[in-house]
């Protein structure tokens, strides 16, 4: 038996905040109940690295890749405990440049999500077993930058994880989800051997492994709606998405160059 689909799930924050974001935020009694439900109906849940190693050596496992982006103090007081009590693994994604302040990014609504971890409790992370992926340096849009520009929040960040850190980083997630060749072509080139957008399906044995594609947990779903929507997920609307991507890309790029950057 081989596999057919891999669902990987992307997380944010494991706490309740309210407002536009709050999709971005699942409280940790939620968590639980979510990652009780996917090991319930006997999925195995890991994280990105460990899903796509295993599958490629030719597991015919039901796994769940757990994800986790920017890197919120609250996943360790929070989420790491709600993991270890599901016995999951998974993979956080560090926005390095915020690392000891905030998610300078979410504008008006950053002080909602608190403070992002620090080195040391990133540190403490990965002590935890949890696999500390790359989510750039400061958060940009990745294909509306300029090469070198590209460069810089893709080498800086991966490099300053491994020193840091000192162990190996091998996944990344393009923030907001944008990704182009060129992007892809640099986080490849720089140490990463699997990246992550968001997509909103499964991902497959003939996709890239530079594209992975996730589904996006919130706090509106039972652990039986996220079983529910990993085992159908909206296929059409995610391709749909995909083919409108350079179009939405050349007006990113244009209100860049007009001192505004639209996500």
Known sequence: MTWSTLPALMYHSVSAVGGPLRDLAVPPERLAEQLAALTGAGYRLVGLTEALDALEAGSADRMVAITFDDGYRDFLTQGVPALQQAGAGATLYASVGHLGGHAGWLGQWSPDFGPMLTWEELAEVAASGVEI??????HHPLDVLTPAQLREEVVSSHD??????????????????????????????????????????????????????????TPDHTGADLVALIEGGPVLSAQLKQYAQPGWRMVRKLARKAGRNLT
Do not use: C, K, M
């Not at 992926?133 to 400061?138: M, T």
């Not at 989800?177 to 060129?182: T, V």
């Open 133 to 138: 992926g790359n989510h750039s340096l400061i």
């Open 160 to 217: 300053q994880l491994e020193q840091r850190l000192q162990r190996r980083v091998r996944s990344f997630a393009y923030p907001h989800g944008y990704n182009s060749d060129l992007v892809r072509t640099v986080v490849e080139q720089s140490g990463h051997d699997n990246a992550t957008e968001v997509g909103r399906r499964p991902h497959t044995p003939a996709e890239r492994r530079f594209a992975v594609p996730r589904f996006q947990p």
